[in-house]
């Protein structure tokens, strides 16, 4: 089993501190999706040997 543990803060501008869960906000945590297709599944493929398809994937966060 391969975890791993990204921000799930998911924002192409990274501010040293969040202003709360408003409505501008809440778009980089919807955004998180797109962290998760484009760049953390690649990069698993590519750097560790895993089973493909969705019996062997899972997901989870807060």
């Known amino acids: 089993m391969i975890v791993v543990f990204p921000d799930i803060y998911a924002s192409a501008i990274q501010y040293d501190f969040r202003r709360g869960f408003d409505a501008a906000d809440n778009t980089t945590y919807d955004n998180f999706i797109n962290l998760i297709v484009k760049e953390i599944m690649p990069y698993m493929k590519k750097n560790y040997s895993i089973k493909k ?9 807060f």
């Open 53 to 61: 398809g969705k019996d062997n994937t899972g997901i989870t966060i």
